[in-house]
T-cell receptor, first 114, second 113 residues
Framework: DQQVKQNSPSLSVQEGRISILNCDYT??????FLWYKKYPAEGPTFLIS?????DKNEDGRFTVFLNKSAKHLSLHIVPSQPGDSAVYFC?????????????FGTGTRLTIIP | AAGVIQSPRHLIKEKRETATLKCYPI?????VYWYQQGPGQDPQFLIS???????DKGSIPDRFSAQQFSDYHSELNMSSLELGDSALYFC????????????FGQGTRLTVV
């Protein structure tokens, strides 16, 4: 039972354009969401997070949008750069008080075309 | 800055053998999580420890056991290895203050032949 789903296994975007990565979840107990970036042979690196009390969080070129009613979140990268090419994982937890396990999506491989 | 250290980076074992994976968290971090990522799969939560006590358990087979030691490093022991155990095993550590301040190690790639 996949509670966090990333339906696009891959995405190619021209450099300078906007990259939009999508994520859907089914568990209504999830109230904290994160995006991770992963390069080959490295562990996932935290990018940005959002609590369910917000619908948007922005950090530089990265913005995460949360639509709780649709159980959907998305990551926008503007403008996309070649260094953004990586696998992006969406993850969710029931709260973020320090001890809740993360449930990951299957990942989306983003390729930025120069 | 010190990161989460996992050893070994690569491990090849035969079926029915035993493997031990080690995780050294960032200094002062008191929480350790173990994840298993099979080929083409999402990382699956195995087990976590907080202050040397098991805090949560996920889809960890009975053949696996883990513990967190007094210096906060953690070991994942895997016995009677099966081909399906071949995966990337990640460890993450945090100060118990949330995932935004948690860091993952580079992972141990276990291959069972």
């Amino acid at each position: 039972d996949q509670q966090v789903k990333q339906n696009s296994p891959s995405l190619s975007v021209q450099e300078g354009r906007i990259s939009i990565l999508n994520c859907d979840y089914t568990n209504s107990m999830f109230d904290y969401f994160l995006w991770y970036k992963k390069y080959p042979a490295e562990g996932p690196t935290f990018l940005i997070s959002i609590s369910s009390i917000k619908d948007k969080n922005e950090d530089g070129r990265f913005t995460v949008f949360l639509n709780k009613s649709a159980k959907h979140l998305s990551l926008h990268i503007v403008p996309s750069q070649p260094g953004d090419s990586a696998v992006y994982f969406c993850a969710a937890s029931e709260g973020d008080f320090g001890n809740e396990k993360l449930t990951f999506g299957t990942g989306t491989r983003l390729t930025i075309i120069p | 800055a010190a990161g989460v250290i996992q050893s070994p980076r690569h491990l090849i074992k035969e079926k029915r053998e035993t493997a031990t994976l080690k995780c050294y968290p960032i200094p002062r971090h008191d929480t350790v999580y173990w994840y298993q990522q099979g080929p083409g799969q999402d990382p699956q939560f195995l087990i976590s420890f907080y202050e040397k006590m098991q805090s949560d358990k996920g889809s960890i087979p009975d053949r696996f056991s883990a513990q967190q030691f007094s210096d906060y490093h953690s070991e994942l022991n895997m016995s009677s290895l099966e081909l399906g155990d071949s995966a990337l095993y990640f460890c993450a550590s945090s100060l118990g203050s949330g995932w935004a301040e948690a860091f993952f190690g580079q992972g141990t790639r276990l291959t069972v032949v």
